[in-house]
């Protein structure tokens, strides 16, 4: 009995070992925001960064995105307008100084359907503080609906009249094509478009050090990731080696550029570094130096380059991809080869009219295929697009779930009041607890070859046009 409780006790430690000692984030690595829809709500985007001005002034600069699609106009002596709020609030986290500031403004749209644009609207403000540690919300007030939305950051800044050696968070910033004499503008979440002309990243350097000379190294690394769509239900299930069950190696990056500077002079120096736009994939721009009592500092910023317009489905190539779905394997690649725009929207044409037959019918069920793959990516994405992910696949094909069950690594979607129907209970794992080394949510489905009927009959749905009134 002593054995089987000296056992226990052991696998106990373990598993606290396993849990509790790996951090679910790292707050030295910034990854801006994930996507956040919320129905109704506004959909906001934000990043905070702490640096010290030229006459070393403590300031956060704030910026805030919000998608304008996700506000409500009112039309007033025929101008189309939103009303809005944004409120900043910053907390000392070992200290007592707050400040809050509050900024009101009106969107102005002629198009009518404003609710349905992607764009965002951008306020950017630095506000002054003093040296230390902070929690950044912004909340973005709907004044029309009355709804708000709230984000979070943290801003460091160091104190420039104390001997210590510090990097500042690392500021993404890019610069769109044909935009030569536009200032490079902060990017707010992880994702990144593919049709940006260049990147920069942005930080400070504190050398206090009179005595000797700093060695700052920056690297840009690259991590191999899954970027498939996800398989048809009744496949097999991911073997534990591959790819799509790891979703993305974090142990063993590519290192794609390396810079070692050497700062000679004390103060604080400002770090610009700038690539052209960079391959889809998942990328990580990390800098490292010393400490005055010899351990390193380090900072980085996440990020992953995406479709041109993500999360919104606008060209040829991102109309044809999320078809998938829908089409045999086979035709589909036939598909993505089509090289031409014009040859390429008349296949994904014929496809939906010789399958669904009615025109009008067609473009109602076009319309909500292609609103499931945008929120999808809205809600979904990770280190690939939302619509690739098992959840946004059977998100875009059964739609929301009726109930959502959540334990430690698994989630139950259900489609029945009866949460014992195997053929509507659709069970997720979580191959990793979500840490600082995987901090993204890949749920797989558990996959079954019995799946194959109600795909196959929820396929049909959808060419048939009946999925706009049987849903399931």
Same mark, same amino acid.
């Given at each position: ?116 644009? +992607? ?80 990147? +920069?990243?942005?930080? +400070? ?133 089509? +090289? ?133």
């Amino acid at each position: 009995m002593k054995f089987k409780n000296s056992i226990f006790l052991l696998l106990l430690a373990y598993l606290f070992y396993a849990t509790g000692c790996v951090r679910s984030a790292n707050p030295d690595v910034e990854r801006g925001s994930f996507f956040f829809f919320q129905d109704g709500y506004p959909e906001v985007r934000m990043s905070s960064i702490g640096f010290l001005s030229e006459t070393d002034e403590a300031l956060i600069n704030i910026t805030t995105d919000v998608v304008l699609g996700s506000l409500i106009y009112s039309t007033e002596d025929d101008v189309r307008s939103a009303h809005l709020s944004i409120e900043i609030r910053i907390l000392e986290v070992e200290g007592d100084f707050t400040k809050n500031v509050r900024r009101d403004f009106s969107v102005e749209s002629s198009y009518e359907g404003s609710h349905l644009s +992607q764009d965002v609207f951008t306020h950017d403000e630095s506000i002054e503080v003093e040296p230390g540690t902070y929690e950044v919300n912004v909340t973005v007030l709907d004044r029309t609906s009355g709804k708000a939305s709230t984000r979070t950051s943290e801003a460091v800044i160091p104190n420039p009249d104390e001997p210590e050696i510090n990097i500042t968070t690392v500021r993404l910033l890019g610069k769109l094509i044909n935009d030569s004499e536009e200032p490079f503008f902060p990017i707010t979440t992880y994702t990144v478009s593919s049709g940006l002309d260049s990147l +920069q990243f942005i930080f +400070q350097v504190t050398n206090n050090d009179l005595e000797a000379p700093l060695e700052v190294r920056s690297r840009l690394l690259r991590y191999e990731a899954d970027d498939e769509p996800a398989r048809p239900m009744n496949y097999n299930n991911y073997s534990a080696s591959t790819l799509p069950y790891i979703g993305v190696n974090m142990r063993n990056p590519e290192v794609v550029d390396e810079i070692i500077r050497r700062l000679d002079q004390p103060g604080s120096v400002l770090i610009e570094t700038k690539y052209e736009i960079l391959e889809r994939g998942n990328y990580r721009f990390e800098v490292e130096t010393t400490g005055e009592d010899g351990e390193p500092i380090y900072k980085a910023r996440d990020f992953a380059v995406k479709s041109e317009n993500y999360p919104a489905i606008v060209n040829m190539q991102e109309l044809a991809g999320p078809l998938i779905y829908l089409m045999d394997r086979r035709d589909h690649e036939e598909l993505m080869e089509i +090289q031409n725009p014009d040859s390429l929207k008349e296949a994904i044409d014929r496809f939906w009219l010789t399958n669904v037959g009615n025109m009008n019918q067609a473009k109602s069920v076009i319309n909500l295929y292609y609103d499931r793959v945008e929120q999808a990516n809205k809600q979904f994405t990770n280190f690939k697009e939302g619509w690739k992910t098992d959840l946004g696949m059977m998100y875009i094909l059964f739609g929301p779930p009726w109930y959502v069950d959540r334990f430690l690594n698994t989630l139950v979607w259900s489609y029945s009041y009866d949460r014992s129907d195997p053929r509507y209970n659709f069970v997720f794992e979580r191959p990793n607890m979500k840490n600082e080394y995987f901090p993204f949510d890949n749920y797989l489905l558990q996959r079954n070859q019995g799946y194959f009927n109600v795909q196959y009959r929820q396929i049909q749905l959808w060419l048939s046009g009946s999925i706009l009134t049987t849903r399931i």
